[in-house]
Every structure is written in structure tokens, then in C-alpha cells.
């Protein structure tokens, strides 16, 4: 073996560590803001909580089981209110964006947190992630798919939404276009079927690799030929 091909080699092994490296953090910086941040408000509830259920537990009736009651069940008690809480609050939050008035208030917070320097990079990163996770449980996304895209020669990961015809019978595939590495924005385009390479990737793999530009992306891109091949297979 050459020095050369050792080097090679070499080079290789590290790239492929880094490469995992990268999609582990990938994987793991949502979850890790998730917990960091539902504990934090888990310990601001239950300290908020904590005075209002002793004092509740204080006033009630002084019947022989209330007395009886143990100081461990009190902070079971505490624990509880703060779980249910919390996810009243969630709720909360989730109605109040379904509504137009809601999604103001929620606009104004967010210009306020984006003003904040160390606060914006944070935020915004997160809310990237989180919500290229859950667009990619998206049903719409049948598979993914390789265009040419801005010009010929070009090519871009796209997302198949969907298939027509116009009224000559040719098929025209729907394709979404992300950006990197906020995958939220993109453009939408209508392709033939025959000029569509239809991928072997996961919805989730090619999310990893718009999010990183390109680099946490698989050794080889394997294709299946166009979407109007493997339709009429």
C-alpha cells in the first residue's frame, strides 16, 4: 500500500467521522433545547405552584385524613399541578396561534426576541430545526426527487408533492424546491415527469443534508431514473 493511498485512506476515515459527528448534533440540539427548555419552565411552575398548594392544603378542613397527610405526598401534589400546568399551557399556546389575533401577539414576541443578538442566533436556529422536523413527517412529501434547478446543468433536492396532466396528457410533476439551510422557504415548481430523477434518499436524509449545505449528505446519490420511468414500471 502506497503512502498516497494510505493518506487516502486516511482522509477518507476522518471525513467520515466528521460527517456523523455532524448528524448526531443534527439529531441531538432539538431534543437537547426541548428538555433544557421545558425543564426550566417545569422548575419556574413548581416553584410558583409549590406556596399555592400548601396553602390550599393549609386551609382546607382539618379532618383526620387531611392531617394525616404525608409531606411526600404534598410535593407529589406539587408535581402533578406543575405536569398539567404545563400542559395546559402548551395548549394554550397552540390555540391561541390558531387564531389571526394570536398569531399577531406571537409576530410582535418574536420582532422583540429577534432584536436580541444572542437571543436572535438561538432562536432562530432552533425554530429552523424544529420546524424542518416536523415538515418532514409531512405526508405531502411522497419521495424525493433531483431537477435541475436554477438552470441547466444544475441540480437541486426537491420534494414530490404530487403528479397532473394537462389537457395534451402530458404529466408535469409538483415539485418544492427548500432553501438551505432554512428548508421552511423554497420555491415551487411544475416539471415534466421525464426530466425528474426520481432518489433512493429518505425525506429525513435530505432534510439532514439542506439543513448542513451538503455537509452531512450520503457517499453516493442513488437515483432510480425519471419519475415517468419508475411510474410506469
Not at 396532466?165 to 415539485?175: E, G, L, M, R
Amino acid at each position: 500500500m502506497t503512502q498516497q493511498h494510505k493518506l487516502g485512506l486516511f482522509k477518507r476515515f476522518t471525513l467520515n467521522i466528521r460527517n456523523r459527528l455532524i448528524s448526531g448534533i443534527f439529531v441531538i440540539v432539538p431534543f437537547a433545547v426541548t428538555i433544557v427548555v421545558v425543564r426550566w419552565l417545569f422548575l419556574a411552575l413548581a416553584d410558583f405552584l409549590r406556596p399555592i398548594v400548601s396553602k390550599i392544603l393549609e386551609v382546607l378542613p382539618r379532618i383526620h385524613l387531611i392531617q394525616e397527610i404525608p409531606p411526600v405526598y404534598i410535593q407529589y401534589a406539587v408535581s402533578l399541578a406543575t405536569i398539567l400546568s404545563l400542559l395546559l399551557i402548551i395548549y394554550l399556546f397552540g390555540a391561541v396561534a390558531k387564531f389571526v389575533a394570536g398569531r399577531r401577539l406571537l409576530a410582535i414576541g418574536e420582532k422583540i426576541v429577534l432584536k436580541i443578538p444572542l437571543v436572535r442566533t438561538i432562536y432562530t436556529a432552533t425554530k429552523q430545526v424544529t420546524t424542518a422536523l416536523s415538515l418532514q413527517d409531512n405526508p405531502s412529501f411522497k419521495s424525493v426527487v433531483l431537477v435541475e434547478f436554477p438552470r441547466k446543468g444544475t441540480y437541486a433536492l426537491g420534494f414530490l408533492t404530487g403528479t397532473l396532466k394537462d389537457s395534451s396528457n402530458n404529466t408535469y410533476c409538483k415539485v418544492f424546491i427548500p432553501t438551505t439551510p432554512n428548508p421552511t422557504t423554497g420555491f415551487f415548481e411544475m416539471i415534466p415527469a421525464n426530466e425528474v430523477l426520481q432518489t433512493e434518499m429518505t425525506v429525513e436524509e435530505a432534510f439532514k443534508m439542506i439543513i448542513s449545505g451538503g455537509i452531512v449528505a450520503p457517499e453516493t446519490l442513488k437515483t432510480a431514473g425519471s419519475v415517468e420511468q419508475t411510474a410506469n414500471k
